[in-house]
Structures are given as C-alpha cells and as structure tokens.
C-alpha cells in the first residue's frame, strides 16, 4: 500500500468574477485536477486550493485563466495594502463610470417615458447617447460573456449583455431598417410590456438604463464588501510600524518587520507594543481594547507577557521579544478571521449550485418566453419585450452574496469583539447546541491561587497574621506561598524580612520574624514541633478542605496563631455568564477533576446545577460523549492541554484564548479574552450571523420565484427589471452589513 501524498496549499486572488456561477465555474475547473480541492469566494474573491506535490500553483493559475479569469498567488498583508495605496479602487473605478453612463442615460430615459419632449428626430439623439453607454459603460459585461461563451459557459454577465444587446440591436433595425427613424416619430411608455408594440418600438431606454442600474447595483455591491471587509482590514493594520531597539548601548529605529526574536525593544507612553514579548523593565498599564474588546486597561510588570499592537498607556517598558511576524498573537488572529471568511457554510453549496445551473436555465425560458409570445400571435416587439426582461430579472447575483457577505462582516466583527470563528461551518453547531460544558480551572475560575479567608485565633489580631506569615512566605516561589504575599499586599500590609528561612519541601517554610520563631504549612509540620491545633481552628481548616480549598496553619512561639485559606478564585464575572447562557436557553455543566464538595461549592456560587467531578484529565473527553449520548449536542468551554480533547470532540469547542495553544488550535471559536461571558456574546453573534444568511437566501430565491413569472407573463418593463435585479443585490448587501453594528 503505497503512502500518502502530502498535501500542500495556497491561496490564489482571482480577478474578473461577476457574479457566484464565476466562482462555481473555477471551482468546478480547479478540482477536475487530480488531488486537487478548491473552494472559491466570490465575496472575498479568493480561492483556498488544496494539492498534491504533483501538481504546481502555476498549473492551478494557468487553470484559472485558462477558464477566463486571472490569478495570482495571494500576497503579503503589506504588499497587498501598498498595491490599494497605489491604485484606484474597483468601487472607485465603477463609480467613474457609473457617473459618466448616468449623464448620458438621464436625458435618453427622460425622452423616451414623456412624449412631451420627444422633438423631432429625437431618436437619433437617444442612439447617440445611448451607444457609448451600452458599448463604453456595459463593455465589463460585454468582455465578460465572451470570454464565457468562448469556454462554453453562460454567466449573469451573458444575460446582461445578452438583453441590452438585443434592446440596442433591435432599437438600431427599428431605426435603420424600420420606421423608427421616420421624424416626428412619437413612442410610449409602460411600467410593463407593452401589448400593442410595433416594429417602429425602440428600446434605448431599457438598453442604457439597464447599463446604468446594474452598474449602480456593482458599484454599491463593492463598496458594500469593501466596507464588510474593513474589519479584517483593521485588524491587520493595528501593529506598529516601527520600534526603537536596543542593540548593545545604542538605541535605534528599525521598520517592526527587521525585530528578531530575543532583541530588546522600548514601547514609551502612547506607542503601541511592536511584537509579542516579555517584559524585562519597567510597569505600565496597557489599552489591550483593540484587540480583546476589553475596555479596562491591564499592568504589566517584570515578567509579563505583553502582545504586539496593545498601547502603553503609563509608563516606559522595556521588552523582550518572543514571537515577530506571523507568529504574533495578532498575526494568528487575522490568519483564523480571513480562513474562515474563505470557507463556504453547507447552505452556501446548495447557492452555488443553484446559480451554477441557473443562467442556461433563464436562457432557455427567455426563448420559450419570446416562442411562447410569438405563438400567441402578438408582435415581435411585445414577444421580445417580455425576452429581455426575462433575461434582465434572473440574473443569480443576490444569491451569490447571500452567504459570504454575511459571513465576511459577521466574522469581522466577531475579530472586533475578541472572537475569532474558525470556519462557517461553525455558525451551524452554534444554532443546534443545548448545553455548556465548562471546565473549572482556568475558565470558571481564574487558575491562580488566592488568598480567599484569613482566620485568627484567641487573641491575634487579622493582620498580625497575615503580616508575619507573609514575612515568612515572601522567601518562597510556591503557588501558596505568592498567594499570601499577594494578599498581604492587597491589604495594604507591610512585609518585615525574615531571617532563618527554610523550606520543608512539601510541607511548609519557617523564619524568623521581628524575633519570633515562625512556623507555617501543613498539620503534620506543626506535629513534628508538638505544636497543638485548638478546637476552632481544626474546624474552620476542615471547612475549607471539604470546600475544596487549601488551608495553612501558622504558628509561632510554639503556639498555633490561626488558619489561611487559599483558593482558586472564581472569575467576578462568571455568575453573569452563566445567567447570560440560560437566557439563551443553555443548560450550563461544570466539568472538574476537583472533588465533588469543591466543585458543588464552585457552582453553586455561579448559579450551575449540573456538575460533573474528579474527572481526570485524560477522561474529560469521554464526559462529553456521555452527554452526546444521551441526546445532548454539547459546546465545551476550556483553556489547557487537558481540555483540547474535549474541545474537539464536542459539537463544538470553544477554547479561551488565556490558555494554551492546544486548546486554541482544538476549539472551533477562540475567544480572545479570559471572560467567560464572552461565551455568550460568541453564540449570539454566530446565531446572528446565521440568521441573517438564511434571511438573504430567503430574499434572493423569493426574488427570482417571484420576478421571473411576471418577467415572461410581459408584465415587467425591462428597465425595471434591471432596476429591481440591481436593488436586489444591494438590499442583500447592505443587510449583511447589520451585523456591523452587533452588541
């Protein structure tokens, strides 16, 4: 059995697509390759490729514009935003001609629908106006449907040139050849076919108006997307530009894309932080909104990771640099946005199927239209009215933008708010889900310990505890130890220096304190120096373990002097989280390898009914299955390596972005900041998003059911048909574009 072929990837920039059977046609080209898989957007106008080490990106480019379309590797961010500098935008191109088609097509329409200004040969103006626009301003269209019809493929663009040819060629026979050139030739204007049409019938007005409607459609279409886009845009511009490293005594100015990793590098007040890094020197308070959505700023000190793009809000920092480039934490952020708006939802496939078939199916009704009309014994001028406006209406354009513009902007918003989605398919699992599995440690609760209760005894007072024991524990690095130095600190306590400092390792420390000797740690450590626990004490520590918590007894001068317990402290924010997820009709799990009193206490404070303990880290995935096999469809919340099991073998995973890269790259939506409320807000956007997809489809197929029968029954004028084709592209744009303004 022969191995594997590896597979390799690129991402190509396809130019020329108009419309979603465009995409559908390339997509169709690009995986007739042999261990080829492609998927290509037309919102985004880019093609995902999948192949085989057999097969060259130039061979999947010479497809592509073997097909009719350019191509082209997809290129750097920066390269990419100089090339926008440096050349006019499409919408800014449209628009030019969008103005100068309007200007000539005014006064063509103006004649044609008021017979009051219809002076003498003022045909003729009309087709002197009328040719630059359908010729000039339709000339995208034009080139387009033949490039099609050269590869035997129809498009929106064929319909298109299609109908306003054939209103400019009829109109020019009707003025060359029939009576339409006579002057002092009157014309008339319906809102529908006209019945009792002529062969002295022009029809310049639908030939230039539907030029000018359809481009006005594309012109706020690709303003539309431009804007939908803008929030992956802003993402990418967030970094710095440059950074003043310290490279031996000399302080120097450097371009951020020359940083190495390593290199020591100064952020002053008001710059933003160049890389991801640790800090080496100084303190500040950082604005991290840009980035997380978080309105409160975070300090930063010695020994704290600090990520690039984030502002120095206080002091000056000096730090180290650990990741440059596409390793940054905001580089991985704008990677995962712009995957998944590249990706297709399974609703999206049935869309681009439906257009892929759907042009040679209007073609073929446009011609039973203009038999069926012909048959009937009405005019060749009604027949062919009723044709083009056949023709004019179906045009698929809507149901092409229907998925991807939604997604691009709801995916762009979510990147706003801290919340990266990986894929569309995601947006799917989030309707379905019915229950929250939430790990503990890290998610409910912050990871850290803390200093939860001080407890004193006969005759100490609160703070003589806490000082001498934090006087003792500020000799030792151990998780409990920097717990209750910390407390002390919150408190506002001073820490006298200790003398005599020993560690029992595993059991506890002792010093000297002002000159008492201190003893802190576990019973057994007070055992060995025949040091008695009184009566509250003992129960106050058995309280806290049954709790779950860790309990320290301090003692000095051969007396036991009171009880600290430590804790890992809940988040403050997650009992609203939790509430947040029953309102949207969630039932919330706490899943922990703590014991179960520990884990009940935990709940019952954030207001969780369910809990399932002593789960160990290997057995968390399977906790998730018993869910899903008793009819749950489960989401799982975590943040460890513990949990990227778990998280990726639930409906749907979402992973902290606090937490390591393992559960990152599990989860199927990355929440950026350590809130668990953002869980929910994670939901609703997706939700959201999802909703507003379904309401285009719902909009773009209603549209074409219902156009496409008053089209062929002669009741549209073609004008309006294109007028109503081109609204209907925007409406689903700019629907799309709610979702800009999610809370």
């Not at 050139?181 to 014309?187: E, L, S, V």
């Not at 708010?417 to 998610?443: A, C, H, N």
């Not at 299955?625 to 975590?638: H, K, Y």
């Amino acid at each position: 059995m022969s191995a594997p072929t590896a597979q390799h990837s690129a991402e190509l920039e396809i130019g020329g697509m108009t419309c979603a059977s465009c995409a559908a046609r390339i997509e169709k080209k690009l995986n007739r390759i042999d261990g080829v898989s492609a998927t290509v957007n037309y919102a985004t106008e880019r093609a995902r490729v999948s192949f085989p080490e057999s097969v060259t990106p130039t061979q999947l480019i010479d497809t592509v514009v073997g097909t009719g379309y350019t191509a082209r590797l997809h290129e750097t961010a920066e390269t990419a935003r100089q090339e926008e500098d440096s050349a006019a935008s499409p919408a800014t191109q449209l628009r030019d001609r969008l103005l100068v088609s309007l200007a000539l097509t005014v006064p063509v329409i103006a004649m044609a629908m008021i017979p009051a200004l219809q002076f003498r040969n003022w045909q003729w103006l009309s087709l002197t106006l009328a040719a630059p626009v359908v010729w000039w301003g339709g000339a995208a269209f034009h080139r387009a449907a033949w490039a099609n019809a050269r590869h035997a493929a129809a498009t929106m663009d064929t319909l298109i040139s299609l109908g306003t040819l054939a209103a400019f060629g009829w109109s020019a026979y009707a003025l060359f050849l029939g009576e339409a050139g006579m002057p002092g030739m009157k014309h008339g204007f319906s809102l529908a076919v006209d019945r009792g049409g002529s062969a002295s019938d022009i029809y310049l007005e639908v030939a230039a108006g539907v030029i000018v409607f359809i481009l006005a459609g594309r012109y706020f279409e690709t303003r539309a997307k431009e804007r939908a886009g803008s929030a992956l845009r802003a993402l990418l511009e967030l970094g710095a530009r440059d950074v003043s490293v310290l490279r031996g005594d000399t302080e120097i100015r450097i371009p951020v894309a020359q940083l190495r990793v390593g290199e020591l590098f100064l952020v002053r007040p008001g710059e933003k932080v160049a890389t991801d890094g640790t800090v080496v020197e100084g303190n500040s308070a950082l604005d991290v909104s840009m980035l997380t959505g978080e309105s409160m700023p975070v300090e930063a000190g010695p020994g704290d990771t600090v990520v690039g793009a984030t502002v120095n809000a206080g002091g000056v920092l000096t730090v180290r640099a650990t990741r440059v480039g596409a390793d940054t934490q905001l580089a991985q952020m704008a990677a995962l946005v712009e995957e998944a708006q590249n990706g297709k939802a399974p609703v999206q496939r049935l869309a681009d199927r439906i257009s892929a078939v759907f042009v040679p199916i209007v073609i073929a009704l446009a011609v039973g239209t203009l038999g069926f009309w012909l048959g009937t014994g009405t005019s060749v001028a009604t027949a062919f009215g009723a044709a083009v406006a056949v023709l004019i209406i179906a045009c698929p354009c809507a149901l092409g933008l229907a998925t991807p513009t939604a997604l691009l902007v709801g995916t762009g918003r979510g990147a706003q708010l801290g919340i990266l989605i990986k894929g569309p398919q995601v947006l799917e699992s989030t309707r379905r889900i019915d229950t929250v599995v939430l790990d503990k440690t890290g998610t409910v609760t912050t990871g850290k310990m803390t200093l939860a209760e001080v407890v004193p005894g006969d005759g100490t007072e609160t703070e003589e505890l806490l000082a001498v024991a934090a006087a003792v524990e500020h000799g030792s690095e151990h998780p409990v130890a920097r717990a209750v130095v910390a407390g002390a600190k919150d408190r506002g306590l001073s820490i006298d220096p200790v003398e005599q400092f020993t560690s029992h390792g595993g059991k506890g420390v002792q010093g000297l304190v002002g000159g008492r000797a201190v003893v802190i740690g576990r019973t057994e450590l007070l055992d060995d120096r025949s040091i008695a626990l009184p009566a509250a004490l003992t129960e106050a520590k058995t309280q806290a373990e049954e709790a779950g918590q860790t309990a320290v007894v301090v003692a000095w001068d051969g007396t036991a002097r009171g009880v600290l317990v430590i804790a890992d402290a809940i988040k403050p924010t997650s009992a609203e989280a939790i509430s947040d997820l029953r309102a949207l009709g969630l039932t919330p799990v706490l899943l922990t390898g703590d014991n179960a009193a520990a884990a009940r206490t935990v709940a019952d404070r954030v207001g969780i009914d369910e809990v399932i303990a002593e789960v160990l880290p290997g057995e968390k995935l399977d906790a998730v299955r018993r869910l899903q096999d008793r009819g749950r469809v489960v989401a799982m919340v975590g943040d460890g390596v513990n949990d990227a099991a778990a998280l990726a073998g639930a409906d749907l995973g979402l992973a902290m972005g606090t937490g390591t890269d393992v559960a990152i790259e599990a989860g199927d939506i990355t929440l950026v900041r350590g809130d668990l409320r953002t869980v929910a807000v994670a939901i609703r956007l997706s939700r959201a998003t999802l909703r507003t997809i379904k309401g285009n489809l719902f909009w773009a197929f209603g549209y074409n059911v219902a156009a496409l029968p008053l089209a062929a029954a002669g009741l549209l004028n073609p004008m309006l048909a294109g007028a109503a084709m081109a609204l209907s592209s925007v409406f689903v744009v700019s629907n799309s574009l709610r979702l800009r303004s999610f809370r």
